[in-house]
């Protein structure tokens, strides 16, 4: 038997239908659509604007389309883990909600908070267990409902965020096709730079931090920027490094969808050509940990077994990290 690593063996994911464009931004706050694209390169972004519908109804799409494309059901799943910053509430976990909305009975689930590097920090941790011989099936989502927690009168952030997310099943693999390094980092210091200032245990809700706005993103844009472009291309860049990887040896990079800018910066760090950046920034926007597998959602169809595939992130903490994938299997368009 070969050494056991984890292989993305399916896909599912999932935007909402509505679209805020940029245009439509210029009727709620002093901005225009140029200003927009030329700073993060969104044109439009999704909004999950439904009643009662939140985190894990998103999540549970993705789910559900993962559970049909591998025909498998709910019920053989082992673990599922939701990275997330928007959960339905502040306990349970929505993990646990996912499970029980697709009917996960056999699983067990937590969340994992790590802001815009919260798919990637989890799809590490799904590895492990994979890897542990213990557990066949692990799911592992990044989603987020960003549109909860943006001020649509502050045309710093109202610009850069939506809503969607996806999900991956991992599965054993002994032939070298998988998950293959990481390289994770987080820096608590930066939690000053960009975080939400209320509803925790530090702030819990009360009447003035309503009033003062508290519950939405807070952002210091240019901090977060420099701190995003140097580490989000240094762990990249480190990545290749350490597994004797060219430029001309990596496929495609799937970079956190935050701002085109920073995306540019690391690709260009990695000597990577625009045709190997994967991108949909411009019609999702910044959706925080659904970033990465909507990459992988919408762009399936050009992976090809035995590709090497460098993701990289950075999110609010800081966190920030890089993962390199041997791709495991050929998109039935190939």
């Known amino acids: 038997m070969g050494k056991i690593t984890a292989a993305i063996t399916a896909i599912g994911g999932y935007v909402p239908e509505k679209k805020l464009t940029n245009f439509d931004l210029e009727k709620m706050v002093d901005t225009s659509d ?44 082992d673990l599922l883990i939701v990275g997330t910053v928007t959960g339905d509430m502040i306990f349970p976990s929505t993990a646990n909600i996912v499970c029980d909305k697709v009917g996960a009975k056999n699983a067990w689930s937590f969340d994992v908070a790590a802001a815009c590097s919260g798919f990637l920090y989890s799809l590490e941790i799904g590895s492990k267990y994979i890897e542990s011989g213990k557990y066949k099936k692990v799911v592992v989502c990044g989603c987020d409902k960003m549109s909860a927690i943006t001020d649509y009168t502050d045309r710093n952030t109202c610009i850069i965020f939506g809503d969607g997310g996806g999900a991956v099943l991992l599965e054993p693999n002994e032939d070298g096709y998988g998950v293959i390094d990481t390289i994770l980092k987080s820096d608590g210091s930066g939690r000053e730079f960009l975080h939400q200032k209320a509803g925790g245990s530090l702030k819990p809700p009360t009447h003035e931090t309503i009033d003062a706005r508290e519950h939405y993103v807070y952002q210091e844009g240019k901090t977060v920027f420099k701190f995003a472009t140097t580490n989000m291309a240094d762990v990249s860049t480190k990545i290749m490094e350490r597994n004797g990887l060219t430029a001309d040896d990596v496929t495609y990079l799937l970079a956190h969808q935050a701002n085109k800018r920073i995306i540019d910066y690391t690709a260009e760090k990695m000597n990577l050509p625009s045709e190997k950046v994967l991108m949909n920034i411009e019609r999702y926007g910044n959706t925080t940990s659904g970033t990465l597998p909507l990459l992988f959602w919408d762009f399936e169809k050009l992976f090809k077994k035995g590709d090497n595939l460098i993701l990289a992130s950075f999110g609010g903490g800081f966190t920030w990290g890089s993962i390199y994938i041997k791709w495991a299997y050929d998109s039935p368009s190939n």
């Open 34 to 77: 140029e200003w927009i694209i030329s700073r993060t390169g969104v044109k439009e972004r999704r909004i999950l604007d439904i009643p009662g519908l939140a985190t894990s109804d998103m999540a549970m799409h993705a789910v559900n389309e993962l559970l049909q494309k591998r025909g498998i059901s709910a019920l053989d799943i």
